[in-house]
């Protein structure tokens, strides 16, 4: 068992940023990837971005590129999401999500085997 808790969500204004965090513990050996997730009221959940547990290749939907940026402490067995140039539409409940299979595909939600319990993240106008 992998156990995830995200942190750092919280209002805040267009252009402003934010950093998220998912606090990994338990099997934490077992992680191959780490993705962020989101989901809007009335909408899918939705890939943000995904990585390596140990780094290595990232991957960001369109909309966050040169915005976003996952990293990884291991030290720490947290994931961070830091979110620079936000607006509006970014305003959802954020997710971490860890996957311990390998091979599996990082952009669907259920590749993924553990979930935290989500952080809200508003950006007003």
């Known amino acids: 068992q992998v156990q995830l808790v995200e942190s750092g969500g919280g209002l805040v204004q267009a252009g402003g940023s934010l950093r998220l965090s998912c606090a990994a513990s338990g099997r934490t050996f077992n992680v191959y990837a780490m993705g962020w997730f989101r989901q809007a009221p009335g909408k899918e959940r939705e890939f943000v971005c995904a990585t390596g547990w140990s780094g290595g290749i990232t991957y960001y939907v369109d909309s966050v590129k040169g915005r976003f940026t996952i990293s990884v402490d291991n030290a720490k067995n947290t994931v961070y999401l830091q979110m620079n140039s936000l607006s509006p539409e970014d305003t959802a409940v954020y997710y971490c999500?860890?996957?311990?299979?390998?091979?599996?595909?990082?952009?669907?939600?259920?590749?993924?085997?553990?979930w935290g319990q989500g952080t809200q993240v508003t950006v007003s106008s």
């Open positions: 999500a860890a996957v311990v299979v390998r091979g599996r595909n990082y952009f669907p939600p259920n590749e993924y085997d553990y």
